[in-house]
């Protein structure tokens, strides 16, 4: 009967999400990186998470460490649908010294380590080990499906990358049959595939295990002295040394709107996070939120739906080539190219333009907003304008090479004392 199951019905997912994400500045000093707000309504945590779902995975674990609380009460609220009854769950696991009273997560691996007895009380086959930051629709079922058939110790999902971009990752070299035949962090002079000089293949940070494989290297890495206990670092080279690895191609599972390039993400960075965010606005944008076939799971507040008001020159609540969320108040404001989270306030003669805000922020009259990224709960001053002068912006709020300009409310009281 087990063998008839659906691979995925045989697994379980265990998602990293405990790294900090401190490309992301002051937007991550709150919450950790896989619970930043994305795309309107959702976290990035996400899609991790809805891609195991829409899988057909329902045993789900999700380790947290660094600033865990946004993350956890986020999954508490959006992701409790699961029932027990039904061998369906998702575990929160934060790090709690739970192997040594002096001892966190020491790694990605050692995030798993630590668990293993309540893994083993899922009685899975396989493990796919997800990281919890990244936005992407994957079917995991076909991984899963090229692990089994080719008898690997471990599958590694890999982006097909430009060589001349690809040392930023860690680059899979392949063979022709996609076995794993050396992986280099960063190389300056990345491999090729063996199909195509022009493209390398980068880690992903996914991969697939037979539970029972994994089990026993994690018990042999944890009594390595040596070892930095990280699945990239330490476990990934040993099995591609000593063991069969495989590369799975992310273009062969994506999901993807007909016609549509493959899609992934790391919003790590904050041109990266404003850049994915307002890509959204586009008239046919690469990532598709209105898939009703795989959709985005996510907390849904019970709030009205948005609402534009008034209608006169200079004071006329309109919103052109944006996304306005729900319990949305735009009231005598311009929106052009923006996208607006949850319950979110302007006011009169404002205006906003490639602006992204957050849950909760209030912009007040005559306000104007240029490429910005405005937190969660901001209060924005009348009259301010940031955008349009990038040396004096940089004055008061964080100003990034390419000209994106992210303002918390630490940013705005600091500014109002001096004034």
């Keep these: 009967m087990t063998e008839n199951k659906r691979l995925t019905q045989r697994s379980m997912a265990f998602v990293l999400a405990g790294g900090r994400g401190s490309r992301l500045q002051e937007l991550t000093d709150r919450r950790v990186k896989p619970a930043v707000y994305f795309g309107g309504k959702t976290r990035i945590i996400d899609f991790a998470l809805s891609n195991a779902l829409n899988s057909g995975i329902r045993r789900i674990a999700v380790a947290t460490q660094y600033k865990a609380h946004s993350l956890i009460r986020h999954c508490q609220r959006g992701w409790n649908f699961f029932r027990a009854e039904r061998n369906e769950f998702l575990d929160i696991l934060p790090a709690s010294q739970r192997v040594d009273e002096s001892m966190w997560y020491r790694g990605t691996a050692d995030a798993v380590a630590q668990n293993v007895d309540i893994i083993d009380s899922y009685g899975i086959d396989y493990i796919v080990i997800l990281a919890g930051d990244h936005i992407y629709k994957m079917d995991y079922e076909i991984m899963l499906r090229q692990h089994v058939e080719a008898g690997a110790d471990v599958t590694v999902g890999c982006l097909t990358v430009p060589?001349?971009?690809?040392?930023?990752?860690?680059?899979?070299?392949?063979?022709?049959?996609?076995?794993?035949?050396?992986?280099?962090?960063?190389?300056?002079?990345?491999?090729?595939?063996?199909?195509?000089?022009?493209?390398?293949?980068?880690?992903?940070?996914?991969?697939?295990?037979?539970?029972?494989?994994?089990?026993?290297?994690?018990?042999?890495?944890?009594?390595?002295?040596?070892?930095?206990?990280?699945?990239?670092?330490?476990?990934i080279p040993e099995i591609v040394k000593n063991g069969k690895?495989?590369?799975?191609?992310?273009?062969?599972?994506?999901?993807?709107?007909?016609?549509?390039?493959?899609?992934?993400?790391?919003?790590?960075?904050?041109?990266?996070?404003?850049?994915?965010?307002?890509?959204?606005?586009?008239?046919?944008?690469?990532?598709?939120?209105?898939?009703?076939?795989?959709?985005?799971?996510?907390?849904?507040?019970?709030?009205?739906?948005?609402?534009?008001?008034?209608?006169?020159?200079?004071?006329?609540?309109?919103?052109?080539?944006?996304?306005?969320?729900?319990?949305?108040?735009?009231?005598?404001?311009?929106?052009?190219?923006?996208?607006?989270?949850t319950q979110v306030q302007t006011n009169s003669y404002a205006v906003l333009d490639q602006s992204v805000v957050l849950p909760h922020a209030v912009v007040n009259r005559s306000a104007r907003l240029t490429k910005c990224v405005v937190d969660r709960g901001v209060i924005i001053p009348h009259g301010l304008v940031v955008g349009e002068d990038p040396i004096e912006d940089a004055k008061f709020f964080r100003v990034t090479e390419k000209g994106t300009t992210l303002i918390t409310q630490n940013m705005i009281d600091k500014r109002e004392a001096t004034l």
């Design 163 to 235: 060589r001349e971009d690809a040392s930023a990752f860690g680059v899979m070299a392949v063979d022709e049959d996609s076995r794993i035949t050396s992986f280099l962090e960063k190389p300056a002079d990345p491999p090729a595939t063996p199909e195509d000089p022009n493209v390398s293949l980068a880690s992903m940070g996914i991969y697939v295990f037979n539970w029972k494989f994994l089990r026993e290297m994690l018990r042999e890495d944890a009594d390595n002295p040596n070892s930095s206990h990280d699945f990239g670092n330490d476990l």
């Design 245 to 341: 690895a495989i590369a799975h191609r992310f273009d062969n599972s994506c999901v993807r709107a007909n016609g549509a390039d493959s899609y992934w993400r790391d919003v790590g960075t904050l041109d990266a996070f404003w850049e994915a965010n307002i890509d959204l606005t586009n008239f046919t944008p690469t990532l598709d939120l209105w898939d009703t076939e795989w959709p985005i799971w996510t907390y849904s507040e019970s709030v009205p739906p948005a609402k534009f008001i008034h209608d006169e020159k200079d004071r006329r609540g309109i919103a052109i080539s944006s996304m306005i969320s729900g319990g949305c108040i735009i009231s005598g404001t311009e929106v052009r190219n923006s996208l607006l989270f």
